[in-house]
Nanobody
Framework: QVQLVESGGGLLQPGGSLRLSCAAS????????MDWYRQAPGNERELLAT???????NYADSVKGRFTVSRDNAKNTAYLQMNSLKPEDTAVYYC??????????????WGQGTLVTVSS
């Protein structure tokens, strides 16, 4: 009923910047919290940032000051601006959202992930 599609991943050098997008589509009534996670090989999935539907954001200490989460409610889209990237930021980045659909059922939805590789 609802899909999250991430985009914007890629290969870049240390110190670079990248912006990820996460677009929700389907039979959406409302999108509540939208979150960004990442998972590096051999590691657990890590919560990076959360943004509520009224724009309040929280960050993990590992990315605070370097990453900025934002959203466009009219487009049901969240963004993750990543600056000063480091090799240890290399991971698959996932979007996660709590969505109420038109039938008023609430769903927890994950995107398919987008790979970010930071390497010289």
């Amino acid at each position: 009923q609802v899909q999250l599609v991430e985009s914007g991943g890629g290969l870049l050098q240390p110190g670079g910047s990248l912006r990820l997008s996460c677009a929700a589509s389907g039979s959406i009534f409302n999108v509540y919290n939208m979150d960004w996670y990442r998972q590096a090989p051999g590691n657990e999935r890590e919560l990076l940032a959360t943004i509520t539907n009224d724009g309040n954001a929280n960050y993990a200490d590992s990315v605070k000051g370097r990453f900025t989460v934002s959203r466009d409610n009219a487009k049901n889209t969240a963004y993750l601006q990543m600056n000063s990237l480091k090799p240890e930021d290399t991971a698959v980045y996932y979007c996660h959202a709590v969505v109420k659909v038109i039938s008023r059922t609430t769903l927890v939805v994950w995107g398919q992930g987008t790979l970010v590789t930071v390497s010289s």
